[in-house]
């Protein structure tokens, strides 16, 4: 081939296939010397199984429906990727339109403290709690995390997103976001929204995750356990943009605490009774008013789809109370 075939668009358009080729092959020989720049890593243990941990170019969905933690996971996520040692340090920026910079620095903290807001707000903290609070604070100040409250629109976060330049971008949550043209029917409004986000993670290179509430049916008991498009709420485009979809579920019907049994070994032996007579299904119910009761939800974490590797879910308690994901099955 000629040289001038060979050479890519000065303006960064289209790319001869040679180039291409030669970067996938190179890409394969950094893979087999372990020289590929890692993924990254979330610490939630169902989607790093699945996913490998999220890279660059991907757009990452999380839904759930209104209150049911998923702004708690991304935050926890988050945590982990600031407090990790022995690794490069992500700079990520936190777009939030639903709390304050301090509310979500306040919530970072506490909940690294497994510091409740009760026993902020009523009981009192003691000086154990300070010292935690202080060691707290001095991890997260070395960490590389930016908080915005102030960016409404696609054009705002661009420009934050040229100047913080980030590795993750945070978008906390897609339907408060101003849509580009007040005209346009909803649906199309967050459709221009989320594939403006899938644009940046190609154009910039950079992960972004989006959090969006689910529709009302994904609201409701029994069944309705979300899978699909049909559940991201107002529009269909946010699941077929993404390259990952998780769900958030709290598990609730008889149909899926059965389920759950099956499935869970660990959730098997904390249904059987310690002495018999009693269904297994029953006992689960006992165990998940204790848990409601103590401000725990039994939930599923859900990676509904992904587009290079697998699926599958994970049941988990939400601690209300410390914003904290613990797995239990």
């Keep these: 081939a000629d040289t001038q075939s060979l050479t890519s668009d000065e303006n960064g358009g289209a790319e001869n296939i040679n180039i291409i080729l030669q970067e996938v092959f190179n890409n394969i020989e950094q893979i087999q010397l372990g020289k590929l720049e890692e993924?990254?890593?979330t610490g939630i243990s169902i989607i790093d199984k699945h996913t490998g941990g999220f890279g660059k170019g991907q757009l990452i969905t999380i839904g759930a429906p209104s209150g049911q933690g998923k702004s708690s996971l991304a935050l926890q996520i988050i945590k982990n990727i600031c407090l990790e040692k022995n690794k490069k340090q992500s700079k990520i920026l936190y777009v939030t339109r639903e709390m304050t910079k301090e509310e979500v620095t306040q919530r970072l903290v506490l909940s690294y403290c497994n510091i409740g807001n009760e026993k902020l707000v009523k009981?009192?903290?003691s000086s154990e709690d300070y010292k935690n609070i202080i060691n707290?604070?001095?991890?997260?100040?070395?960490s590389n995390l930016y908080i915005d409250q102030s960016s409404a629109t696609i054009f705002d976060i661009q420009k934050q997103v040229r100047k913080v330049k980030p590795d993750i971008l945070v978008i906390d949550y897609l339907q408060l976001l101003q849509p580009t043209d007040n005209k346009l029917p909803r649906e199309r409004q967050v459709a221009e929204l989320s594939r403006a986000l899938k644009n940046m993670t190609i154009d910039l290179n950079i992960t972004v995750i989006q959090?969006?509430?689910l529709a009302e049916k994904g609201?409701?008991?029994?069944d309705y356990r979300p899978h699909g498009e049909s559940f991201t709420r107002e529009s269909r485009a946010i699941y077929m943009d993404s390259n990952i979809v998780i769900y958030l579920w709290e598990v609730n019907g008889d149909r899926n605490l059965e389920e759950a049994i099956k499935r869970s070994e660990r959730i098997k032996e904390m249904s059987t009774p310690y002495e018999g007579g009693k269904p297994e299904i029953d006992t689960l119910k006992e165990k998940i008013n204790n848990f409601n009761s103590s401000g725990c939800t039994f939930v599923e974490v859900i990676v509904d789809k992904n587009r290079t590797g697998t699926k599958g879910s994970q049941y988990y308690l939400f601690e209300g109370?410390?914003?904290?994901y613990f797995p239990i099955g």
């Design 39 to 41: 993924k990254i890593k």
């Design 123 to 125: 009981d009192g903290l």
């Design 136 to 142: 707290a604070m001095k991890l997260f100040s070395k």
């Design 211 to 213: 959090l969006t509430q």
């Design 219 to 222: 609201t409701g008991t029994g």
């Design 321 to 324: 109370k410390t914003m904290n």
